[in-house]
Nanobody, 117 residues
Framework: QVQLVESGGGLVQAGGSLRLSCVAS???????LGWYRQAPGKQRELVAS???????NYADSVKGRFTISRDNAKNTVYLQMNSLKPEDTGVYYC????????????WGQGTQVTVSS
């Protein structure tokens, strides 16, 4: 298994920026990493994902505003969030998808992002 520690959440005004970080306790080489979010009363949804080769996938609602990146040497995945909107509010979770490599899928504890209007 793996421990994932997220940081960088907080309260920001609409139009502002935040950068989330997620540090894994083991190598992220060959692992698909993702950021998900869950708003109150809603299901958890994919925000962005990145493969080891750098291929990215974004939810339509964040395209052009959010950027996911990774640093394999630091076992870290980032989510740069710009032009934040109130609807971006939620708990953001880091995901370590090792089902194809190690046979498990793990989640971080989540970090709260609140965007005020």
């Amino acid at each position: 298994q793996v421990q994932l520690v997220e940081s960088g959440g907080g309260l920001v005004q609409a139009g502002g920026s935040l950068r989330l970080s997620c540090v894994a306790s083991r190598s992220i080489f060959r692992i698909i990493l993702g950021w998900y979010r869950q708003a109150p009363g809603k299901q958890r949804e994919l925000v962005a994902s990145i493969t080891n080769g750098g291929n990215t996938n974004y939810a339509d609602s964040v395209k052009g505003r959010f950027t996911i990146s990774r640093d394999n040497a630091k076992n870290t995945v980032y989510l740069q969030m710009n032009s934040l909107k109130p609807e971006d509010t939620g708990v953001y979770y880091c995901n370590y998808d090792a089902r194809g490599v190690l046979g498990f899928n793990s989640w971080g504890q989540g970090t709260q992002v609140t965007v005020s209007s």
